[in-house]
């Protein structure tokens, strides 16, 4: 094997985070005071955000490809993990939870993450998600005391595994037809055999569009959706609503973008209907809702509905708007969550939107803040939101989807209803009884961090589009 | 011979399945599945694919089969025996499911063999499938296994934590 310490550099990233995850477990049995484990796992993650760009390279035998495209998922998933585990830190406690494998299993849910997203092998791409997924559904049932929240773990596990069944039946077809599991090797096989209109990899392609639908929440994959999000404890729903749906992105661009390129036509065409399914059935189920979480559920099934526009777009424009969008998603969406957690105080629930009536009233700097999470959720300059959606609907269009677009633009409009239903609430309704907010300090950095991110990118958006253009250099497509 | 053979497992296996999942009894349910797994892995056998045979023994057959035990263990059987048999959905289920068999039965003909790896017949039959897998497992395919031993971990970790933790 060639020069291994080379290899394993390229995988520093990966292995500093499992050297945390196994410290973190181990030190839980020792440490009386939990929190000291979050910081750690947020050092972790700060550390390996700061030092692992500039990675090039593939390592065992093209398992791992280190490469723009998996950083700057890497970017994505460890800026959900930190956020996630400072909103984290005072819920616990509320909820009884307080325990250290929360963030062991955080940390490994975000190594699956990363293992996905830089696969370069069909095999590595379901041995990340099943790291990845396995984390998350202990994670969603994690409050045993509750039966919303065994019941959404329960609910997770099974539709995963059926979805796992899916990407491994497709994964033996692809591995039958090509007669290797490399993604790179499998887009030469298809193009040098003209496997293209042959029935059977139609029929896997199908097979991948579900296992992956299931994974970002895609309609008509999205059934688990409401009812996880709503039972699982908040900043986990936060977490996976952003971190999994990006790593279903990542590899969606690995699989279906390179590995089965050449047949591009036979999964746009899928794509298009889910995407168009779940931006209207996401926008106009949410409208319906009275609980926050549930609402944000069917609001980031749609989410999902746009993202897929960069995917279907296709090319180095599509793809780039695509991983600029999730980024920006990660932004507002755990930003929007983060109030949602600090609603959550001892006997307080917190999670009805009637609990927002009047908001503004006793708390006008976190109602400002919500007001601007919603206002880029809608997609409302001068806010993050608005620029995401604008060079996917560029991407789109330039692609010659106009009509898609237009969809696309109705169904915000029609997101606008629900979303600025809660600015309503904060500000148009008087208080019936006082809500009480959580007394964190680290709650409030990540709000704060998420509002700078909202509004910096929202009026200096070239920054980030930059960097997912230059990171798709040597992509492959 | 093999031909007989073939026809008898498939088709033992075949009614040893249905008889499974229509038992009311989940103690019949599961004595039939074992018997079912010990049919496949003679298939496997026969097929010559003698490492999958034992595995399927021993992680099937073996470890499996204790996990349905045990829930069958905090069953109460009598009332088991009450309800119905399939949930209310089974229509739907079974359409489902034979909707995906014809689509797998119409393209199992325009199925392509891609190309050869270098492990063909007659090395499987010098080296042996154990000997094979072991190798590739420890080589070509290493990193993959490291993956693998972090989600038998976090398997662990998660079934302490959602089975054993006394709350706070």
């Known amino acids: 094997m060639p020069d291994i310490g080379a290899q394993l550099w390229l995988l520093g990233p990966e292995i500093v985070l499992a050297v945390f995850a196994f410290g973190v477990i181990l030190l839980d049995l020792v440490i009386k005071e939990k929190s000291v484990l979050a910081y750690l796992s947020i050092a972790a993650a700060l550390f390996i955000m700061f030092t692992m760009f500039g990675r090039q390279g593939t390592a065992f035998g093209g398992m791992f490809l280190a490469d723009g495209y998996g950083l700057f998922f890497n970017f994505i998933f460890l800026t959900s993990l930190c956020l996630s585990i400072l909103v984290s830190l005072k819920y616990l406690p509320v909820e009884r939870i307080n325990f250290g494998e929360y963030y062991g299993l955080m940390l490994f849910a975000t190594i699956g993450m990363m293992v996905m997203a830089s696969a370069g092998d069909l095999i590595m791409v379901y041995l990340g998600l099943e790291l990845m997924s396995l ?8 409050m045993r005391q509750s039966t919303r929240s065994n019941e959404a773990a329960l609910k997770y596990f099974m539709l995963g595994a059926f979805a796992s069944a899916f990407l491994l039946l497709g994964i033996s077809f692809t591995y039958g037809l090509t007669g290797t599991t490399q993604i790179s090797g499998v887009a030469q096989y298809i193009k040098d055999n003209g496997l293209a209109g042959n029935p059977v990899l139609a029929f896997t392609t199908i097979l991948y569009v579900a296992a992956f639908g299931f994974k970002i929440a895609a309609v008509p994959f999205h059934m688990w959706a ?24 990542a590899v969606i661009g690995r ?18 209907v889910l995407s168009i399914l779940s931006m209207a059935v996401g926008n106009i189920l949410a409208i319906s809702q009275t609980n926050i979480k549930r609402m944000l559920a069917y609001s980031s099934i749609a989410h999902a509905g746009y993202a897929l526009l960069g995917v279907i777009a296709g090319g180095p424009e599509g793809l780039a708007s695509m991983m600029n969008y999730l980024l920006i998603y990660t932004f507002m969406n755990i930003g929007a969550f983060t109030v ?60 010659g989807y106009l009509w898609l677009t237009v969809i696309a633009v109705i169904m915000s409009a029609i997101s606008a209803y629900f979303y600025l239903r809660v600015v309503m609430y904060m500000y148009m309704k008087e208080p019936g ?3 009480p907010v959580q007394r964190s300090t680290a709650g409030r950095v990540a709000l704060m961090f998420t509002g700078i991110a909202v509004l910096l990118i929202g009026v200096q958006p070239t920054g980030f589009i930059q960097m997912a253009r230059s990171a798709l250099a040597g992509f492959g497509i | 011979m093999n031909e007989i053979l073939f026809g008898y497992l498939s088709f033992a296996i075949l009614a040893l399945s249905i008889a499974a999942i229509t038992r009311k009894n989940p103690v019949h349910a599961v004595l039939l599945m074992i018997v079912m797994f010990f049919h496949l892995a003679t298939m ?120 054993k933790k006394r709350l706070g």
């Open chain 1, 226 to 249: 409401p009812d996880v999000y709503e039972g699982a404890p908040t900043p986990v729903t936060a977490f996976m609503s952003v971190g999994p749906k990006a790593a279903g992105f």
């Open chain 1, 433 to 435: 009884t006082v809500i």
């Open chain 1, 340 to 399: 949602v957690t600090l609603l959550r105080t001892e006997g307080v629930k917190g999670e009805d939107l009637s609990d927002y009536e009047g908001l503004s009233k006793n708390h006008p700097l976190l109602s400002a803040l919500m007001l601007l999470f919603m206002f880029s959720l809608t997609g409302i300059p001068p806010t993050a939101g608005f620029m995401g959606k604008f060079y996917l609907f560029v991407a789109a269009i330039n692609a």
């Open chain 1, 255 to 272: 699989v279906l973008t390179v590995a089965l390129g050449p047949v591009s036509s036979e999964w746009t065409g899928l794509l298009i």
């Open chain 2, 44 to 163: 496997y056998l026969a097929l010559g694919a003698e490492f999958l045979a034992a595995v399927q023994i021993m992680v099937y057959a073996g470890a499996i089969m204790v996990l349905f035990l045990f829930v069958v263990l905090v069953l109460n059987i009598r009332e088991e025996e009450k309800g119905e048999r399939f949930a209310s959905g089974w229509p739907l289920g079974i359409s489902l499911a034979a909707g995906l068999l014809i689509l797998i039965l119409i393209i199992t003909d325009k199925v392509l063999t891609g190309r050869q790896g270098q492990f063909t017949q007659a090395v499987i039959l010098q080296e042996t499938h154990t000997k094979a897998i072991g190798k590739l497992l420890y080589t070509q395919y290493v990193f993959p296994f490291e993956v693998a031993s972090l989600i038998l971990l976090v398997a662990i970790v998660g079934a302490i934590v959602l089975a």
């Open chain 1, 135 to 142: 984390s998350v559904y202990v994670l969603a049932g994690f």
